[in-house]
């Protein structure tokens, strides 16, 4: 009896303890849990979904100059990453966002449009990386890249392999790239176009440009690892013209 009445006891305790559990403790079945909400989009930015269009046509796309930021950064004593671009390039994209591992991009840049903001105007440091110990620009004035193969990472995340040229010296280089969207025309710009952002890095020692590389164990000196950013925009094929409707027969 007594055994009985000490089950009895903490049964009620259990009935207790569950009625008197704060809500989220509390597990509902499947079918009466709340579906997940999609998170907000933040106020008076231009919409990431809206920009995913359906309709953006596949084919050849041209870099959109005037939307376009070539970045790269280089640790400076371990101190700052020193962030400098280069102002000239130029890019032709085979595209279709249905099938992003088709994708083929051939681009070129300017070696001589390096653009730092040394703040001296007696000393030319733009020049002076133009140079035979750096760039070499005289002597190699292109830096090109072209797309090997791509992955499609899912959620519009590719993972763009390419070889690189610079200074005459071909490497591998892989890219980790968005596809942020596009459309197919707009009142004030009628033909298709699309946005990326990229980022990526290389050894530039493996490119014979090993001046100022610190010795191990030491931050004295510019770090052999460049950080590639980024940003562009591309003009594709025109919008397809409406087609006219027949004229009306007299009556």
Known sequence: MKRLMVLLALAALAACAQKDAPPQA?????????????????AGEPSRAAALAPNVPAGEYKLDKAYTTLLFRVNHLGFSNYTARFRRLDAQLRFDPRNLTATQLTATVDARSIETDFPDPKYNFNAELQGEQWL???????????TTSVEDLGNNALRVHGELTLRGITRPLVLDATYNG????????????IGFSAHGTLRRSEF???????????????????SIVIESEFSGPPAPKAESQPAPSGS
Request: negative net charge.
């Open 26 to 42: 509390q597990t509902l079945p499947a079918q009466e849990q709340a579906p997940a909400v999609a998170a907000a989009e933040p």
């Open 136 to 146: 070499n620009a005289a002597s190699f004035p292109d830096i090109t890249l072209r």
């Open 182 to 193: 596009g459309y197919a025309s707009h009142p004030l710009d009628p033909q298709a176009r």
């Open 208 to 226: 014979g440009i090993a001046g100022g590389i610190p010795q191990a164990g030491t931050n004295l000196g510019v770090g052999d690892t460049v």
